[in-house]
């Protein structure tokens, strides 16, 4: 490491002010931050500092994420040459998958953090580091075949909408991850409506290679339908569903590498532990409401089935955890959570048009987390006043 500082140190002075090229200083201090803690420290009144600042927290939330990444480069490669009906072995899947996965990865960080540094360099700032988290958890909620330029676009209307447009990093109220899939949802609802196959390769012109269609398991559950197969008419199991070697998102179809990035975010307390599980929590409640009455075989599904469905799991775990736009407070991170999970159930049974609701439930909260918080702390302030008066 004493290298490449060295290195760095010596590239340095033409990117500082007056250098030939101060124009790029913004993008460099982006780089040389994410490889070095800053030796800058706090001038005027005290502040408590440690080595582990927000480039180093967000390194971690990257670390949480691998797991869901690496299944779902794997995962990609075995949908794949099920679809085709081809034995094929490990690596040839995690090969196939990392050629279709790694394009999709690069697209979305170079035009998201080219957007960043332009306008971190027409303000005259640092480049803000949120987007070292969102440039890998947009890929993770696209499905495997998405174009290339379809991420493109929807990563500029994500940074550019969704982000700058409320002054950077830390003032966007909604999440930019999920503002680029429902974008691309809106804008071109077949290749992101959640209820068709998802496989990369070989196609017919339908986004599906040619003998192998049908509908994902949330897709079949919205047709009524208790018996879920996939386009090979091969029934999965509740196992399938947790591991995740079903079709869907790239990141989103295993529970069980989420669950281990959930476990990372907590023990490391980047992640709030009350906001996962009351999710988690929100969605049963709904689930079991719905099989109560059990009008439909969507409605009798188990409601422990939701949770290792679609991208439930993912979005509890690595969305409905942001910072930035989830509820502050700590009883408001128990309402905020109980609500996206409930609504995210509710959305997913009851909407005919759309057999996936978390996307929708995530933003529907992030707009209310602030009035949640008002009344947290307004409900705590008449509680001290009162005591006060006693």
């Known amino acids: 490491m004493s290298s490449l500082r060295r290195f760095v140190d010596k590239i340095k002075p033409p990117f500082e002010k007056g250098g030939k090229l101060h124009m790029f200083l913004s993008g460099f201090e982006a780089i040389e931050t994410f490889l070095f803690v800053p030796n ?3 001038t005027g009144r005290v502040h408590v500092r440690d080595a582990n600042d ?3 927290t967000l390194i971690i939330v990257l670390f949480a994420v691998v797991p869901a990444l690496l299944f779902g480069i794997w995962n990609t490669g075995f949908q794949h040459f099920q679809a085709l009906g081809e034995e094929a072995g490990f690596w040839q899947m995690v090969w196939f998958g990392f050629l279709k996965i790694l394009p ?7 035009v998201g953090l080219g957007i960043e540094i332009a306008f971190s360099q027409i303000r005259g700032e640092e480049v803000a580091e949120g987007y070292f988290v969102t440039g890998m958890l947009i890929p993770l909620v696209l499905p495997a075949d998405v174009p290339l330029w379809m991420v493109a676009v929807a990563t ?5 909408i969704g982000k700058e447009v409320f002054g950077g990093t830390g003032m966007n109220i909604l999440n930019p991850a ?5 974008f691309l949802f809106f804008a071109y609802p077949s290749h ?9 390769g ?3 012109g339908t986004g599906v290679i040619d003998g192998y269609s049908g509908a994902t398991i949330l897709g079949q559950a919205a047709q009524n339908t208790s018996t879920f197969v996939n386009g090979l008419g091969e029934p999965y199991t509740a196992w399938n569903m947790f591991l995740g070697n079903i079709p869907g998102s790239i ?4 529970t069980l590498a989420i669950l281990i990035g959930a476990v990372i975010l907590i023990l490391t307390g980047v992640g709030s532990w009350k906001i996962i599980v009351s999710v988690f929590t929100g969605g049963a409640v709904m689930g079991l409401l719905l099989n109560a009455f059990a009008a439909n075989e969507f409605m009798a599904l188990p409601f422990w089935e939701h949770l290792i469905l679609g991208g439930f799991a993912f979005g509890a775990v690595f969305m409905a955890t942001d910072p930035v736009t989830a509820a502050q407070t700590e009883r408001g991170k128990w309402i905020y959570g109980f609500l996206i999970g409930f609504l995210a159930i509710l959305i997913r049974v009851l909407n005919p048009a759309y057999p996936e609701g978390v996307m929708m439930a995530i933003l529907l909260m992030n707009v209310f987390a602030p009035l949640i918080d008002h009344y947290v702390i307004e409900s705590n302030i008449k509680k001290r006043l009162k005591r006060a008066r006693q």
């Open 40 to 42: 800058r420290v706090t």
């Open 54 to 56: 927000m480039k180093r």
């Open 202 to 204: 070989l196609t017919d």
């Open 178 to 182: 999920l503002i680029a899939r429902a």
């Open 251 to 254: 990141g989103e179809t295993s």
């Open 156 to 160: 500029v209307f994500a940074v550019v």
């Open 192 to 200: 992101m409506s959640g209820d068709k196959v998802w496989i990369a």
């Open 104 to 110: 999709i990865i690069i697209v979305s960080y170079a």
